[in-house]
């Protein structure tokens, strides 16, 4: 009975872990939203790889829940000056792996592109025009480590006037409506940075991967914007 009921909390703890982590992170995307995604906004994400936190968030939530389970089973620790010093450099060492990660985020509105990051938290603001290249495609049949990306996973990366990078089809939040939805969005705004001259590299390599987990409506969006020059 001792060993079924250990299996029991073992399954129920771990159960607990994963809501809360998913909790967690929606909580996170509910606070960039209100702090950082102004009302004119047509298009935000959580930029990657800060997007994939919620991995370490899991990891810290198991070893909390290890910690207490195993606890009666360890010795109470003295302690000492060293201990202090070390966790207090834990402690702030994730205050500030938090903020980078909680800053990550970049908006599109309809006249403008927001990037915030820990080194900016007020956002560096640049025009359309500062776009200096687009590239968009779809990713192809090859090893991808977990919680990074996924065959058939469509990108949309512009490049920014100061070399900044950035994925606007990866960790997108905000919209309620399927018009709303990132590939439609991006449609849009791809046509305009076209009529705008700013230079594109697209390719159809992979496309026919984006059927194996979207629906058509979406998949034509894609297809929309990969043939667009």
Known sequence: MKVAGRVLVYILGSLLV???SFSI???IGFFQNTIFVPDDYILWIFKYPYSRFIVIIVIYLFLVFFYFFFRKHRKKAQITRKRKVL???FIAANIIGFYIVFSSVTVITEEKIIDYSFLH???KKYDFN???KIEAGVRGDKFYLPFTHNRGDFYYKIQLSDGKIIDLNDEAGGYEDED???????NKLDTRLIEIGITKESSMENFHYTTESLD????????SILERK
Do not use: A, N, S, W
């Not at 709303?180 to 991006?186: A, G, I, K, R």
């Not at 058509?216 to 297809?223: F, G, H, L, P, V």
């Open 18 to 20: 994963l809501i809360l």
């Open 25 to 27: 992170f929606i909580l």
């Open 87 to 89: 966790l207090i450099g």
């Open 121 to 123: 938290p007020q956002g």
């Open 130 to 132: 500062d776009v200096v």
């Open 180 to 186: 709303e939805h990132p590939t439609f969005v991006l």
């Open 216 to 223: 058509r409506m979406y998949t034509d969006q894609i297809k």
